[in-house]
Nanobody, 122 residues
Framework: QVQLVESGGGLVQAGGSLRLSCAAS????????IGWYRQAPGKQRELVAA???????KYTDSVKGRFTISRDNAKNTVYLHMNSLKVEDTAVYRC????????????????WGQGTQVTVSS
C-alpha cells in the first residue's frame, strides 16, 4: 500500500507564492508518476503538473512559467512550487500517484492524498 500526505496549502494574496508537499510512504516503488490535481467548486478536476521517476514533467498550460514540480527522492517527497498565484488558482489540490503516464492523464489513479485547500485572494 501507498500513502500520500499533502501539506502546504493556505491563503495567499494574488501574486504570492506557496509550496505544496506530497510525502509518499509505503510501497513507493510501485509509483512511477506523482502529480497534482486540482478542483474548484463548479469546475472539472484538472491535472496541474506531474513528474515521473526519471524526472520527466508535464504542466497544464495555465500554470506554465509559474508553477514548478520537483522531487526529492531521498525524502520520497514531491513539491509543487507555485509562484505568481492568481485568484483562478483557488482550488483543492490533491496529490496523486500512478504506475504510468497514461494512468495519470486519464485519471486512473490508484493512490490519492487527502487534499489541501489553496485560496488566492485578490
Amino acid at each position: 500500500q501507498v500513502q500520500l500526505v499533502e501539506s502546504g496549502g493556505g491563503l495567499v494574496q494574488a501574486g504570492g507564492s506557496l509550496r505544496l508537499s506530497c510525502a509518499a510512504s509505503g510501497s513507493t516503488f510501485s509509483i512511477y508518476v506523482i502529480g497534482w490535481y486540482r478542483q474548484a467548486p463548479g469546475k472539472q478536476r484538472e491535472l496541474v503538473a506531474a513528474i515521473s521517476r526519471d524526472n520527466s514533467t508535464k504542466y497544464t498550460d495555465s500554470v506554465k512559467g509559474r508553477f514548478t514540480i520537483s522531487r526529492d527522492n531521498a525524502k520520497n517527497t514531491v513539491y509543487l512550487h507555485m509562484n505568481s498565484l492568481k485568484v483562478e488558482d483557488t482550488a483543492v489540490y490533491r496529490c496523486a500517484g500512478s504506475n504510468t503516464w497514461r494512468d495519470m492523464v486519464t485519471v486512473k489513479i490508484p493512490y490519492w492524498g487527502q487534499g489541501t485547500q489553496v485560496t488566492v485572494s485578490s
